[in-house]
């Protein structure tokens, strides 16, 4: 590498600085507050930035035993799991549909998907109670994994309809002269190349999905059927105290498996967008 | 379809149901509707039905369990006189345009340096991400403890590296500072989405096409602006929709940081909904705050759909 | 077998197919097993849930219902109990803030034969809590217990400066002009919050001003009475106070008194217990006096909390036993309110000089007498036109624009073409 070269790559990595810092410090603090003692924690006069009077994992042990931290986690698996699994399906053949087929109605189908979108949550999941209720899914994570996919499948099908897209189409008609049907070559030839397509939706999804929180919050109630979010800010949020140090812990434990998720999956992930999100 | 399909299979000397099921689903009328049926019964249970209920909510007086009457636009228009509605209007607007703005606008930077050559590429990918990664609900509860009055580690940064006179802005009670934070956090967990879509539209532009652009002479503003651009607007489209559909139904970002205030000034649709919809049971009211602009979402979505087709093709 | 529920059948008939239709195969005598369920605030006092939970068992051991109780943060409860009623099913039991009643009337049952079992051995219902709890003549729910609002105030800074405990709030703003001189500002609330609500309510009722009158109709808040009471927090805002107040929520004004900086603030006495329970120096320090009062006499902000059942509830007679098992004992009653520490203390008049009140000398404060305990938007009834009004926070909005630079009669007009909009919508 020339002193040019270095000197350029250096360049930009100090540029990446303030993004880095923007993106990191609050998760820094975060993590800061989970770890402090409460005396340090609410000493006005205490630097806000380090932990001077030793860290203490005081937070962690409360949310870990004195609350159904593991099994709220455990039910946010579930659900996050299971309706992107479901969602992905659905999406898919969705998807293939639409991109590839020709028949009644496709284009306007395909916006009329997209259109869901616009549908405001704030207030649907009021009549969206009353389908589950009747559905026989009142305060069960069922009910999640039936409802998430409401957001969830517009999303991966417009995303894995742009991927279609780009597979070419003889790559298909060539196997089908070869006698497979359209389902073999679905699944035998075009299904392996639209795998980062897929991981790529499957995190999307993922993410959506356990982040999500006002179906959560009004579908379960039982501390057995609740989520991660919607326990942890019920418990640790008491009216007018807020018990800091566990909310925080609960906010680093519960974003680092889908961290280490994205890490793991994170080039799939880029070529996956590549070519859903262009064509 | 069905006829079709049996007269053309007749002539064969009868052959197995599977043949015959194998046959029909190559036929792609069959094919496509099976296949766009999971989805779209999904959608319409549990999308079409409870929207259809919530647009009749907003035409009528809709009280939390008692009966309900229509009444036709009169909420919209009951809405259109209120102060406290007018000013939601005017901040759903100021902030979906500055978070949306600085968030492509940003995006776009970030993106172009991650495509450059980086050393620990994947853990600097990763870092990006994090914001998106924290469930909201929880990040959002940080950030009101970054801006807390008492503790403001904002403030505190901000005084020590000598950039605010003290005490430092009073950053969720001033009508201005409590847009801004809004905005700043909405930008902080949107970004990364924006980041990670646009670099991968980056790394599918082939390197040729700057090569060539090079040896013409370009330097790298006019490469950017004359090769980055016109093939990244697809995505640009696609990520600039549905972060616009993201922001502009934002909730809790607003709730935990603000609750709407102070004076209103950073309400949100979807605040201001679930204050007189749920808090006080008007749903009929608070449908028609989630509703009011439904039909212009729809306009733009359309038009904006349009575009990113003929882009595609 | 024997321990499953309606909900947990449901849940294993969509998770589990097969195993959901074994499980109807269930002995009728298990399925006729009686239960109910009871969705209830998540305490601000942590214990009180815990001694709930034990007084529940205890309840099931004695009855033979089955009894499961969920809990909910107070913010989210409006999103739940509209999903409730919205899909017909749910909880049987549900607790019942302030004004919910009101809220909820059509949905509840009367339950004015247990109100009448209970008034006959403890008195009398406060008013707060029967203004609230009673709909137009009917129980809706039943009164368990009430938090209101004291001041609260820094003994030792009171002390050192030789400064008169406020008996008016005018006496607050003579005390308060020192403290904040001396470091220690008082901390009052001007924001988008409850809490501000809280004070700004007591501080117009003893200026004699209203928001709406007793008819539930006339917007009343245009007066002398209000510019009064605006002139005040003008005066407060500038001498006494820092401009933080404007961005607070209802954690803040704890904060501020916990950690040292507020030398007086209007709030539950949560703050102190707090303090306490979380061994901060600030604890011995913190005392509490009686609300002041004004020209039109000694008003407080009540927070009572009722209790409901559902009218779509198959258990209502279950329910009513838990309600009886749980308020209509003087031995659990009084277990009960022992474990809430003072926070929630109870709602009936011949139990008013609680022993609770003696387990800590600085709970003395909270024995206020002459003080009369109101609900937001007293005195009219909180129908659902003035919760609007309370829930679209018009009063602290009204201070937060006359104290940031526009005139008293300005704010005070918009408010009142705020408040008239809602009345005539």
Redesign the interface.
């Known amino acids: 590498m020339t002193r040019r070269k270095i000197t350029q790559r250096l360049a930009m990595h100090l540029l990446l600085v303030p993004f880095l810092v923007f993106a990191l410090f609050p998760f820094y603090h975060m993590t800061l507050t989970s770890l402090k003692q409460n005396k340090e924690l609410y000493d006005r006069t205490a630097v806000p930035l380090l932990i001077r009077q030793g860290p203490t994992l005081e937070h962690y042990t409360k949310l870990l035993w004195d609350t159904a931290f593991l099994t709220w986690t455990k039910n946010s698996l579930l659900v996050t799991v299971l309706s992107t699994f479901v969602s992905l399906v659905i999406g898919t053949v969705a998807a293939y549909a639409l991109a590839r087929l020709k028949f009644f109605g496709v284009a306007s189908l395909g916006t009329g998907i997209f259109v869901t979108y616009l549908v405001p949550t704030s207030l649907l999941f009021l009549p969206l109670a009353q389908v589950v209720n009747w559905l026989g899914l009142g305060d069960s994570k069922w009910a999640l994994v039936v409802t998430y996919p409401t957001f969830l499948v517009p999303f991966c099908t417009w995303l894995l309809m742009g991927y279609f897209r780009t597979v070419p189409k003889e790559v298909e008609e060539c196997a089908m002269v070869d006698g497979a049907t359209r389902i073999q070559a679905l699944w035998r030839i075009v299904l392996p190349i639209t795998v980062p397509g897929l991981v790529c939706a499957a995190l999307f999804a993922f993410t959506l999905s356990w982040n999500e929180f006002i179906y959560a919050l009004t579908f379960t109630s039982s501390s057995e059927q609740i989520t991660a979010s919607v326990g942890v800010t019920s418990e640790l949020v008491r009216g007018d105290i807020y018990y800091w140090g566990s909310l925080m812990a609960g906010a680093v434990l519960s974003s680092v498996p889908i961290v280490v998720l994205y890490v793991f999956f994170l080039d799939y992930y880029v070529s996956g967008l590549t070519a859903g999100a262009i064509k | 379809m069905a006829i079709g399909g049996i007269r053309v299979a007749a002539p064969a000397s009868r052959p197995s149901l599977r043949a015959k099921v194998g046959e029909l689903l190559d036929r792609e009328q069959w094919l496509g509707s099976i296949f766009v049926s999971p989805a779209l019964v999904l959608l319409l249970l549990l999308v079409a039905y409870p929207f259809c209920m919530a647009l009749y909510f907003s035409v009528s007086n809709a009280f939390i369990g008692r009966p309900s009457h229509f009444i036709g636009v009169r909420n919209f228009i009951n809405l259109w006189e209120s102060d406290a509605f007018r000013q939601t209007f005017q901040n759903a607007f100021v902030f979906c345009g500055a978070a949306v703005g600085a968030k492509l606008v940003l995006g776009v930077s970030l993106a172009l340096l991650l495509n450059q050559q980086l050393w620990f590429k994947r853990l600097i990918r990763g870092a990006v991400l994090l914001p998106w990664v924290i469930p909201t609900a929880l990040s959002t509860l940080g950030w009101t403890w970054m801006f807390n009055s008492l503790y403001s580690v904002v403030n505190w940064t901000g005084l020590a590296l000598g950039i605010m006179d003290p005490p430092g802005p009073n950053w969720l009670g001033q009508k201005y500072y409590a847009m801004a934070a809004v905005i700043i956090v909405n930008i902080w967990r949107g970004l990364p989405f924006f980041a990670i879509t646009i670099l991968a539209g980056l790394v599918a532009i082939p390197k040729e096409l700057y090569e060539a652009a090079e040896a013409d002479g370009a330097g790298p503003f006019s490469r950017f602006w004359y090769v980055t651009l016109p093939l990244l607007k697809g995505v640009l489209a696609i990520v600039v929709l549905f972060s616009t559909i993201f922001t502009f139904s934002e909730f809790n970002i607003v709730f935990v940081l603000t609750h709407g205030g102070p004076i209103n000034s950073t309400h949100l649709f979807a605040t201001l909904a679930r204050q007189v919809g749920l808090e006080t049971g008007r749903i009929g009211e608070g449908a028609a705050i989630s509703l009011y602009l439904f039909p212009v979402l729809m306009l733009v979505v359309w038009a904006q759909l349009r575009f990113v087709r003929k882009q595609a093709y | 077998m024997s321990g499953i529920t309606r ?1 947990h059948f ?2 294993t ?3 589990t197919g097969l195993a959901g239709i074994l499980a109807t195969g269930v002995p009728p005598v298990l399925g006729q097993q009686r239960e109910v369920s009871y ?1 209830c605030w ?3 006092a ?1 214990l009180m849930d815990k001694k709930l939970a034990e007084i529940g068992q205890r309840f099931t051991k004695d009855t033979g219902i089955k009894l ?1 109780i ?7 409860q ?14 049987d039991l549900v607790e019942m803030r302030m004004h919910f009643p009101w ?2 009337d ?2 509840l049952i009367d339950l004015g034969d247990l109100v009448a079992d209970l008034e006959k051995k403890y008195g009398k219902v406060l008013s707060s809590a029967g203004e609230t709890a009673r709909v137009r003549g009917t129980w809706r729910a039943v009164p368990q217990y009430h938090a209101m609002f004291v001041a609260t105030y820094r003994e030792d800074l009171f002390k050192k400066a030789s400064l008169k405990i406020p008996d008016t709030w005018e006496d607050l703003y003579t005390a308060g002009k020192e403290l904040k001189k001396m470091g220690h500002p008082v901390g009052i609330p001007i ?3 409850y ?1 501000s609500i809280s004070t700004a309510g007591p501080v117009l009722w003893s200026s004699g001003g209203q928001e709406v009158d007793k008819d539930g109709k006339t917007v009343r808040i245009n007066s002398p009475q209000t510019a009064q009471m605006i002139e005040w927090y003008k005066k407060m805002f500038r001498d006494c106070m ?15 008194i ?4 507020a030398g007086w603030i209007h ?2 006495v ?2 102190y217990i ?1 303090a306490k329970q ?1 061994k ?1 120096p600030t604890a011995d320090t913190i005392n509490h006096h009686r609300t002041p009062g004004g020209p039109a006499g000694r008003h407080e902000t009540d927070v009572p909390r009722h209790i409901g059942i559902w009218k779509f509830s198959k258990n209502a007679e279950p329910a009513k036993e838990f309600i009886r098992y749980l308020l209509g004992k003087r031995e659990t009653y009084d277990e009960f309110i022992m474990s809430a520490d003072a926070f929630n203390l109870p709602v009936y008049e011949k139990l008013q000089d609680h022993p609770v009140l003696k387990t800590d000398p600085k709970y003395a404060g909270l024995k206020a007498e002459g003080v009369q305990y109101h609900c937001y938007g007293w005195p009219a009834p909180p129908s ?1 036109k003035v ?2 009004i309370t ?3 018009i009063m602290p ?1 009204m201070i ?2 006359a104290v940031t630079g526009t005139s008293t009669k300005d704010a005070m007009v ?1 408010a009142e ?2 408040m008239k ?1 809602i009345m005539a ?1």
């Not at chain 3, 969920?70 to 989210?76: K, M, V």
């Not at chain 3, 409006?78 to 909880?91: D, L, N, P, R, T």
């Not at chain 3, 820092?242 to 501020?256: G, I, K, M, R, T």
């Open positions: 909900r449901l849940t008939t969509a998770g969705l998540n305490n601000f942590p499961k969920d809990h909910i943060a107070a913010a989210q409006a999103a739940k109990y509209a999903s409730e009623v919205q899909s017909q099913a749910g909880h809220l909820y059509s949905q924001s988008q919050n809490d820092e401009p933080e107040v404007l961005s607070w929520d209802d954690a803040s004004n704890n904060q501020a916990q950690q040292g900086k709030n539950p949560s703050a707090v979380m901060l659902d919760q609007l829930n679209s926070f909005n937060a624009k918009w073409n705020e909009k919508g």
